[in-house]
């Protein structure tokens, strides 16, 4: 074995030791990164949790899969390796290693290079295991060889690539221990015959001594030519165009999913013990945000009201199953024909894996829906507030065809998660883009309140129906700052788009 492949044998069998010569360079590398969470703070641990080689020793480029404990979170990394790199790959590059098993050569972003990025695939169509990593794939779902990978752009989470236009694989970056839902809740679908859904062709998987599996990435089926639902409403919205028939059909496909979901996995029924537990978080969410956002102290007893009136209702008929979890416009797909899937099943990144995959109130996705429609109304200039009602009515009635039930119908519930989600939004925003603060502080007002619902001329059940008038209090109008879409250099992921 020659000097740099024992070296490189010793990487897998200690790779805290191994990895570090290239810890210098990561620890400036990590930071910039749009998906790493503590972006800006300076690291203090960073450790290698596990380290393989999937390319055979001596090849050109190398491929290096890490998994990285970096402050207690833990990253994937796939490092590529190359005694130079050529001009094109000049952005990927990381830093040269002065030493240890790679020492003089290049080391740079895999996923930004598309040999590497094509026998990451080739890894993905041949099932099994390499070191701490297992593939594996769906067989009744040909994946052909040869696929030339592009990189998904934009801002994200993860990271994707994807394959001839046809598959697209995303990189989880944070992993952690536990089946990721992403992966979890598009398979039970598919297997469940709901069609929302990309079904997953592949995946793979690290298995660690003494820990559950951490799902690292699956590839789907790549929807091409297909509409981000946030961009689709902004543009109707640009063009005065409305936008009702393709929220009721978002409306359905949601309870689709929603309808599959409750089949296919445990629910639960929600007693007078769970509710309360619901309420009391949503009320200790609510006075931390009050405590940081002054803005929303005025609103915080009505607010409250909502959080009271929910515990109040001693979850009456109310069931729990597995949600989407972080539903908005910008998890939605307008395919070619005209349908919508629902794609990103991850939940919301900041909740641990275990709150992500408790079941929740289906209301929680669709509460996540209607103050999307808001917030792509007020993104437009100028506001337009029978738009989003109009749309969030249309909605519900969509909803309500699959399942007879409208969510409107429930409106204490409805009332208390739209509420949490706009205290959320009023948080992320006055900490993040402070321009968008009024976007959440209008519904603020709405909730507080308790009678407005937001639903325009078509509302049903039981409530008085109050339109916002001059005396509703300031609304977003001609002095707030156009919303632009990258307001700030990386922010943590944005509510809605
Ligand atoms: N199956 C797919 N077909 C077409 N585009 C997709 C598909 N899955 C994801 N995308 C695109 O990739 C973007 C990011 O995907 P997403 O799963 O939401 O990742 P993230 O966790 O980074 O938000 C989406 O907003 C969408 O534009
Ligand atoms: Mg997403």
Known sequence: ???????????????????????????????????FAGKGRTITGLRAVSAAELLPPGSTPGLLHLL??????CYQLLLGIRPSLPPALAPALIGHAEDGPYAGRAVYEALGDPKLAAMLLERLRSPGTLGPLRFDRDPQAPVPAGLVPRPLSGEQTNSSLIYGDSFILKVFRRVGPGVNPDLELPRALAAAGCARVPAPVAWYEAELPGSEPLTLGVLQPYLRGSDDGWQLALRRLGAGEDFTAEAHALGRATSEVHSALADALPTLALGPEQTARLAAGMTARLAATAREVPALRPYEPGLRGAFDALAASRGAGVRAQRIHGDLHLGQTLRTLDGSWSLIDFEG????????????????RDIAGILRSFDYAARSHRPFAPAWADDCRAAFCEGYARTTG???????????????????????????????WLHVPMAAIRRLASGTDRGFGRTQPGPGPVARPGPGAGPGPGEGFPALSPHPRPQPPRRPHT
């Open 348 to 363: 919301e990144p900041a909740r641990s894996l275990a709150d992500r995959r408790r079941p929740e109130p289906a209301v």
């Open 1 to 35: 074995m020659s000097e740099a492949a024992s070296a490189r044998s010793r990487l897998a069998a200690d790779p805290a030791a191994g990895i570090g010569p290239l810890e210098p360079m990561l620890r400036a590398w990590l930071p910039a990164q749009r998906w």
């Open 68 to 73: 990285l404990d970096v402050d207690g979170d």
């Open 405 to 435: 039930r409208d969510p409107r119908e429930d409106p204490v519930l409805l009332r208390a998660y739209e509420t949490d989600k706009a205290v959320y939004e009023a948080r992320y925003e006055s900490r993040h883009r402070p321009d």
